[in-house]
């Protein structure tokens, strides 16, 4: 299965491929928001985690245009998680959303459980 990570922080998006390569998921990391839609438009992924604070187009902007032509599964990731912006996310669509810091298994457990749901 596919995952795209776009994560603009090094050391999260690096982190997030070392957990999912273990569990034997491709994956694909991009690190700003305007060549994070090009590949989730262009590319066929499973799921994608979508940070929200990102140079170029941010997680919301994102997703929005997103979901005009794909439903694939996204799980958000922000270190801004105010009941509003959790509502914002998932009124756009987002599938989960999870603050900043978090566990790296903690994320591979929600990619998984939303895997499964989508199967």
Same mark, same amino acid.
């Given at each position: 299965?596919?995952? @795209? ?5 090094? =050391? *999260? +998006?690096?982190?997030? =491929?070392?957990?999912?390569? /273990?569990? !034997? ?14 590949? !989730? @438009? ?21 997703? $929005?245009?997103? =979901? =005009?032509?794909?439903?694939? %599964?996204?799980?958000? @990731?922000?270190? #801004?998680?105010?009941? $509003?912006? *959790?509502? /914002? ?6 599938? $989960?959303?999870? !603050? #900043? %810091?978090? +566990?790296? +298994? ?6 998984? $459980? *939303? ?5």
């Amino acid at each position: 299965m596919k995952i @795209l990570v776009v994560e603009d922080e090094i =050391r *999260i +998006s690096n982190l997030l =491929r070392l957990y999912l390569e /273990r569990e !034997a998921y491709q994956v694909d990391v991009v690190d700003n928001g305007q060549d994070g839609l090009e590949w !989730a @438009l262009k590319k066929d992924y499973h799921l994608i985690v979508l940070d929200v604070l990102m140079p170029g187009k941010n997680g919301y902007e994102i997703l $929005e245009e997103l =979901r =005009r032509i794909k439903k694939t %599964p996204v799980i958000m @990731l922000s270190a #801004k998680c105010s009941e $509003e912006d *959790i509502k /914002r996310g998932k009124d756009l669509g987002a599938n $989960e959303f999870i !603050a #900043k %810091p978090f +566990s790296p +298994s903690m994320v591979v457990s929600k990619i998984k $459980e *939303i895997l499964i749901q989508e199967t």
